[in-house]
């Protein structure tokens, strides 16, 4: 079986449905390279010196490992001499990193999450990268690019996508015409095209959420979860199974192969007000790829690409996945 490559699939994008610039192609192109890239010091693990934390913090006040490190550092060297970008953010870095002078510049803002569930790294679980892709704004345009040139709202991305380093190596897509998956072969050092336009299942019984926290969730969430337990002699009729893998990439990607819901909702705790996850690295690229296939992704009351962001590390509380059970949730929030 012949599969189309990463590349094929970006020119058919770009010159039969115009959904992609030819710099936007470039720019994916160079991330998914960065991804390989990424994928290989995460395979070799001891044997490359790469597990274990460094004695810093980064940005959100987290332990950081050396992976995660590696990874951003990865990213930003393949990304600053292409010409496909103004600037780029990072949840690793404090403020934005804009394009040195010496390299040409484009119209492109890159954010991404350098390596998603990083304390599952010593223990061998599935990790990723997570990306998003916006537009410098008009007004950018003879100046130097801002801060708030990045706070945009979700719809307005060009381009979103994850790497998950698991058992496989795959890069999931979207350009804003549906969901593709791309598997890295590494013999050949392609990525080729494997699973096209993935769809989640509207309905699903199986949610993921971390359970510990469950004193500190706000009521409707509870209300959910109790529901969900109660089985098939309860509200909703059907029994449920638990999954938590505490990597978004990994519990998405999940979702997105065979439906659920995945939740880090706000809680009461001072750190859990606002919610856990960032707006601009994770919670916007994650829903633009769930709707995209169908899905549905609310912060609670309100859909999450509709958030007008305030800061570059803005946190948020996520419910993802398959719709009906998201609207089920967002019912609950809106009675409460």
């Given at each position: 079986m012949?599969?189309?490559?990463?590349?094929?699939?970006?020119?058919?994008?770009?010159r039969?449905?115009?959904?992609?610039s030819?710099?936007?192609?470039?720019?994916?192109?160079?991330?998914?390279?960065?991804?390989?890239?990424?994928?290989?010091?995460?395979?070799?693990g001891?044997?490359?010196g790469?597990?274990?934390?460094?004695a810093?913090?980064?940005?959100?006040?987290?332990?950081?490992k050396?992976?995660?490190?590696?990874?951003?550092?990865?990213?930003l060297?393949?990304?600053?001499?292409?010409?496909?970008?103004?600037?780029?953010?990072?949840?690793e870095?404090?403020?934005?990193?804009r394009i040195?002078?010496?390299?040409?510049?484009?119209?492109?803002?890159?954010?991404?999450?350098?390596?998603?569930?990083?304390?599952?790294?010593?223990?061998?679980?599935?990790?990723?990268?997570?990306?998003?892709?916006?537009?410098?704004?008009?007004?950018?345009?003879?100046?130097?690019?801002?801060?708030?040139d990045?706070?945009?709202?979700?719809?307005?991305?060009?381009?979103?996508?994850?790497?998950?380093?698991?058992?496989?190596?795959?890069?999931?897509?979207?350009?804003?015409?549906?969901?593709?998956?791309?598997?890295?072969?590494?013999?050949?050092?392609?990525?080729?095209?494997?699973?096209?336009?993935?769809?989640?299942?509207?309905?699903?019984?199986?949610?993921?959420?971390?359970?510990?926290?469950?004193?500190?969730?706000?009521?409707?969430?509870?209300?959910?979860i109790?529901?969900?337990?109660?089985?098939?002699?309860?509200?909703?009729?059907?029994?449920?199974n638990?999954?938590?893998?505490?990597?978004?990439?990994?519990?998405?990607?999940r979702?997105?192969?065979?439906?659920?819901?995945?939740?880090?909702?706000?809680?009461?705790?001072?750190?859990?007000?606002?919610?856990?996850?960032?707006?601009?690295?994770?919670?916007?690229?994650?829903?633009?790829?769930?709707?995209?296939?169908?899905?549905?992704?609310i912060?609670?009351?309100?859909?999450?690409?509709?958030?007008?962001?305030?800061?570059?590390?803005?946190?948020?509380?996520?419910?993802?996945?398959?719709?009906?059970?998201?609207?089920?949730?967002?019912?609950?929030?809106q009675e409460?």
């Amino acid at each position: 079986m012949k599969f189309k490559t990463l590349t094929q699939y970006l020119v058919e994008q770009q010159r039969q449905h115009q959904a992609v610039s030819a710099e936007v192609r470039l720019l994916i192109e160079t991330v998914s390279r960065a991804c390989k890239a990424i994928s290989h010091a995460v395979s070799k693990g001891a044997l490359g010196g790469v597990l274990g934390s460094l004695a810093t913090e980064n940005v959100q006040g987290e332990i950081q490992k050396k992976l995660d490190v590696l990874s951003n550092e990865i990213l930003l060297e393949a990304n600053e001499w292409g010409g496909n970008l103004a600037a780029m953010a990072s949840e690793e870095m404090q403020s934005i990193h804009r394009i040195p002078n010496h390299y040409p510049r484009g119209q492109n803002l890159l954010l991404f999450d350098p390596l998603d569930g990083s304390s599952n790294i010593d223990v061998n679980v599935s990790i990723g990268t997570i990306f998003s892709v916006l537009q410098a704004p008009a007004t950018a345009a003879g100046r130097e690019v801002s801060e708030e040139d990045f706070l945009q709202a979700g719809t307005r991305q060009v381009a979103a996508g994850y790497a998950v380093y698991g058992p496989q190596t795959m890069l999931v897509l979207t350009v804003g015409t549906g969901v593709m998956g791309f598997t890295l072969d590494r013999e050949m050092g392609s990525w080729l095209l494997t699973h096209e336009n993935i769809r989640i299942p509207e309905d699903t019984s199986e949610f993921a959420i971390n359970m510990s926290n469950m004193r500190h969730w706000e009521p409707p969430v509870r209300r959910y979860i109790d529901e969900c337990l109660q089985g098939e002699t309860g509200p909703l009729g059907k029994n449920y199974n638990m999954r938590w893998i505490a990597s978004m990439v990994a519990d998405v990607h999940r979702i997105l192969t065979r439906g659920g819901i995945f939740m880090y909702p706000r809680d009461a705790r001072p750190s859990g007000r606002k919610g856990k996850l960032r707006l601009m690295y994770e919670a916007n690229p994650m829903s633009f790829i769930i709707e995209q296939a169908g899905g549905a992704a609310i912060e609670g009351r309100h859909r999450i690409l509709e958030v007008a962001p305030e800061t570059l590390h803005q946190r948020i509380g996520v419910i993802l996945g398959s719709r009906n059970e998201v609207e089920r949730l967002k019912r609950y929030h809106q009675e409460a």
